[in-house]
């Protein structure tokens, strides 16, 4: 018997992974419903994104596998690096000095139980 699991992308996030990790650390391992639990007592810019990508997947697995969000579990969360935008700005003694924007990509996995 395989495990039923359902994979969820987030690509292009405007936000730094960095921060965006201080989110994934929050849920990684815990019950679907739980996680989302706690990412509305959390106030980081970044949860809303985690939230919608773990919404998206509790979605799937009802569509796939009929199952609810009790039965499911956020067994891998990975925040990567996306694309870097780079821009400038002007500096004293006629310098310039480049800003990194830097975005990121989710990899989310939910199990079933």
Known sequence: MEEKT?????????????????????VR??????????LMLLQKKGNNVVQKAILSGIANAREQYGVDKEDLLVSKIEVGEGRTLKRTRFASR???????KRRSNIILELKVK
Request: glycine share 6%; aromatic share 0%; proline share 3%.
């Open 29 to 38: 391992g815990k019950n679907a419903s739980d996680a989302l639990d706690r």
């Open 94 to 100: 006629g310098r310039v000095s480049v800003i990194n």
């Open 6 to 26: 359902v994979k969820v992308k987030v690509k292009d996030i405007a936000q730094s992974p960095l921060k965006l990790r201080l989110v994934a650390d929050v």
